[in-house]
């Protein structure tokens, strides 16, 4: 389903639950939607990206609730540089709007760890006399102020990490491509390859137990649910998250599942039918060909294509004028050029990240936004590149004529450059169709869903599963204009 920024009034019937996109908080947001269904309509916004996303996301009030960490919360949210009280924090959200509540009952800290035969390395400190050691540490544990820079400082650590994703890096451990990864305590993956955590010896990492980081209007407006979300306070133990983890990672079960099957244990078992989600969970399927065909594939085609064609067409009637313009007004050339092309240079999730407080909104307006910045350049510069390709033999022929400048245009110019045009917005198109698998981390849904989840999980085929289908749209898209632009050259001739 795509996250439409519609208004929060004309929405107050839905509890929107967001996660992060990594294992453990795909599940907890799964455990929240589950338990809270039977009270209210649900629906679970998975994998919205990292802590400034999700958090603009419950700010700008298009998510309610969402799974966070006390150490989180305090340090890198709040930015106290020593961690403060529950109480102190509680206050200084409420002028936010925002609260926190029901601890799920386990620590989930960082660490920092290395393969098991890596004897000559127990503690953190011990790191400091190795300097070749390569660190490959997820992005925003480089970037937080209570990761990378904390530690950097507290150990005086020399050596100068890689950006890594936190799915990909026990892999890159494994391999020997990197010596050091960060890791959460209740990651299944540590016993899995026989880890060792090195032990946080001058105490840097504070405690990061699992709550709720909510929208204080949330508990008012479902207040149901809200009691019934209530119930899982201590009912998550660090063991228990780490089976729940290990289900879904190691076993490969849905998020759905893992979550229905804790909670039939822990004696918390919600109706199977009344949870709904933004993704339905059924993407575990034996083999690739069933993760590309199964029940999903239609909806997120639709979603895909959505996406693509909206954001080509406005793009083209936003770029087509501004080439015109280029065309006819010289010196406007390089300014309109030149400011397409830098924002293209834009980074995506840059862009993204500050689209949603800009917006107010997450999903689809935002991902179109994104997608309408990064198809205008070849559109812009094919087109004035197509008028200004016209010959000036024909130009004076059509002012012999007697026709005037917008005649001239319309008449004569635009279709002659119509091919030039079409090769604009085919490359337009062609990228759009790439550039649109990052909306899944902001929940307006194609193909990315796929690769957000392999990301986590690691799961080549579920990354290959969301890849191909993108990779044979845009071999259509291509395929597409080149025929639109076969049959536009004869009628260009002609004219």
């Not at 599963?465 to 025929?483: C, H, M, N, S």
């Amino acid at each position: 389903m795509l996250f439409v920024g519609w208004s929060r009034a004309a929405d107050d019937a839905t509890l929107h639950i967001g996660s992060k996109r990594f294992t453990e908080s795909y599940i907890l947001g799964e455990v929240l939607a589950q338990v809270a269904a039977p009270h209210a309509k649900v629906n679970h916004l998975q994998g919205l990206g990292n802590t400034a996303i999700v958090l603009a996301a419950l700010q700008a009030g298009r998510i309610d609730v969402y799974p966070e960490y006390l150490g989180t919360i305090d340090l890198e949210i709040l930015k106290h540089a020593q961690p403060t009280s529950l109480d102190q924090i509680r206050k200084e959200l409420a002028p936010m709007g925002l609260g926190v509540a029901v601890p799920l009952g386990f620590n989930n800290t960082y660490a920092l760890a290395m393969r098991g035969e890596d004897a000559s390395v127990k503690t953190v400190s011990e790191l400091a006399r190795q300097p070749a050691l390569r660190f490959g540490l997820s992005h925003e544990f480089i970037g937080r102020a209570d990761g990378w820079p904390g530690v950097a400082a507290r150990y005086d650590l020399p050596q100068r990490p890689e950006g890594l994703d936190h799915g990909l890096a026990y892999e890159a451990l494994q391999e020997r491509q990197t010596d050091v990864i960060d890791i959460y305590s209740t990651d299944a993956k540590i016993r899995q390859y026989g880890l060792r955590v090195l032990e946080d010896d001058r105490a840097y990492f504070p405690r990061y137990d699992a709550v709720l980081l909510y929208r204080l209007d949330a508990a008012q407006r479902f207040p149901a649910a809200w009691r019934a979300i209530g119930q899982l306070e201590g009912r998550i133990s660090a063991d228990a998250m780490i089976a729940m983890n290990a289900a879904a990672e190691i076993d490969g079960k849905g998020f759905t599942q893992v979550a229905r099957e804790w909670l039939a244990t822990s004696g918390l078992a919600v109706a199977q039918t009344t949870a709904t989600s933004a993704r339905d969970a059924s993407f575990w399927h034996t083999g690739l060909a069933g993760k590309i065909f199964d029940q999903n594939l239609g909806r997120l085609t639709r979603q895909h294509l959505m996406l693509v064609l909206v954001a080509v067409g406005l793009a083209c009637v936003i770029g087509v004028p501004l080439g015109v313009l280029a065309f006819v007004y010289p010196r406007l050339r390089q300014v309109v050029l030149g400011a397409t092309g830098v924002l293209q240079t834009v980074p995506s999730l840059a862009l993204l990240a500050l689209l949603i407080p800009l917006l107010g909104m997450i999903g689809t307006v935002p991902a179109l936004v994104a997608l309408v910045v990064y198809a205008l350049l070849p559109i812009v510069r094919n087109t004035c590149t197509g008028l200004l390709q016209v010959s000036p033999g024909l130009r004076l022929a059509a002012l012999a004529l007697g026709l005037r400048p917008a005649q001239r245009l319309v008449l004569i110019e635009l279709p002659l450059a119509l091919p030039v045009i079409l090769a604009g917005v085919k490359t337009a198109a062609v990228m759009s169709v790439g550039t649109a698998t990052i909306a899944a981390f902001i929940g307006a849904g194609g193909f990315g869903e796929r690769i957000t989840i392999g990301l986590a999980l690691n799961d080549n085929d579920m990354l290959l599963a969301g890849a191909i289908p993108a990779a044979v749209l845009a071999l259509a898209t291509q395929a597409g204009f080149e025929l639109l632009e076969r049959l536009a050259t004869p009628a260009a001739r002609r004219v």
